[in-house]
């Protein structure tokens, strides 16, 4: 759920047009809203929420539009509007009570699965790349033995090619 207002600083606006896109670029929503007001929407999926704002009537070569939008979104526990929900449901305060703290600890449970995830994907990375410079550390002594010996052996050859030692 969202508010915004529009200031409008040079020119005059007619509108505003909203597209939200899913994490897949796919329109979630697609509307005209006036200069000020809220949207809201539920989402399908999770992951990253694209939101544009353009301005209706805007020409290529007409007169110059600048204007502040303030916008205020708020997701998941934070966006219910619990008073419509105790409408519409007949619910009591203590029921009400009883559905806001579910509902956070819902949350609270999907908020730890997902950083559970993001740990183990953090975990698996770091394990890759510690075993990626360990092999390299493996490999460049390796080089450097191989290199010592055959500078050694090379310089034993030239002394007694020249009959130095």
Known sequence: MGTYKTQV??????????LVLDPTKQAEITRD?????????SSQQGGEYTLCISLNGSTWFGTKQKVNIEIDIETGV?????????????????????????DKIQSIRAEQNYQRGREA??????????????W?????????L???????SHLKSFFKAKKLV
Request: avoid cysteine.
């Open 78 to 102: 934070r966006a219910t509007d619990y008073v419509e929900v105790a409408r519409l449901e007949q619910l009591s305060e203590l029921e009400l009570q009883i559905r806001k703290l579910n």
């Open 33 to 41: 809203m006036n200069l000020e007001g809220r949207f809201a929407f």
């Open 136 to 144: 390299w550390s493996i490999i460049q002594t390796i080089i450097l």
């Open 121 to 134: 994907v953090f975990r698996n990375t770091t394990e890759s790349t510690n075993s990626r410079v360990v």
């Open 9 to 18: 600083l040079q020119g005059t606006v007619p509108g505003l047009r909203l």
């Open 146 to 152: 191989a290199s010592g010996f055959w500078q050694i």
